[in-house]
C-alpha cells in the first residue's frame, strides 16, 4: 500500500503535465513540458503494473480522443526516441525508463480497447506533423 500511495502522490503531482500531454492542445516538440513529463524522480516501471495502469488510463482515454489532431503521442514517441539515445550520455536513466512505459501503457490501452484502424491512427504521421517537429 505504501509504495502504490507513493507511486499515486507523484502522479498526481503529474497531473496538470499528464492532462495537458491528453489534452486538445498541440505541445511543441522544443517545448519544456517534455522534460517536465518525465521528470518523475523514480522508474515507474519499478512500481506496482496496476497501479500505474490505473493512474495513466483516464489520460490514456483521452489521448486517444485527442491526438488526431494534437499527435502528441507521436511527440511523446520522438521524445522517447530521442532520450533512448542519449541516455548513454548521462540522462537521467528515470526519464528514459518514464518515457517508454508512458508509450507502453498508452499501446496497451489502444491494443486491449481499440480496433486496428485507431491504432494504425495513434502512430500516423502526416505533413503537419513533420513540419511541428523539424530541426529536432
Known amino acids: 500500500m505504501g509504495a502504490g500511495h507513493s507511486l499515486q502522490s507523484r502522479l498526481a503531482q503529474h497531473d496538470k503535465l499528464l492532462q495537458k500531454l ?5 505541445i511543441e516538440y522544443s517545448s519544456d513540458f517534455w ?3 518525465f521528470d518523475l524522480q523514480s522508474p515507474l516501471a519499478s512500481q506496482d503494473p496496476a497501479i500505474v495502469q490505473d493512474a495513466l488510463l483516464p ?3 483521452q489521448l486517444l480522443v485527442h491526438n488526431p489532431i494534437t499527435h502528441n503521442f507521436q511527440k511523446l514517441v520522438l521524445h522517447t526516441l530521442d532520450l533512448a539515445s542519449t541516455a548513454a550520455n548521462g540522462e537521467p536513466p528515470w526519464a528514459v525508463a518514464n518515457s517508454l512505459h508512458m508509450v507502453a501503457v498508452v499501446v496497451k490501452v489502444v491494443l486491449e480497447t ?3 484502424g ?3 491512427v495513434m502512430f500516423e504521421l502526416g505533413p503537419a506533423f513533420a513540419e511541428a517537429v ?3
Not at 22 to 26: H, L
Open 59 to 61: 489520460h490514456c482515454r
Open 22 to 26: 491528453t489534452g486538445p492542445d498541440s
Open 118 to 120: 485507431t491504432l494504425a
Open 134 to 136: 523539424q530541426g529536432r
Open 114 to 116: 481499440c480496433s486496428t
Open 35 to 37: 522534460q517536465q513529463l
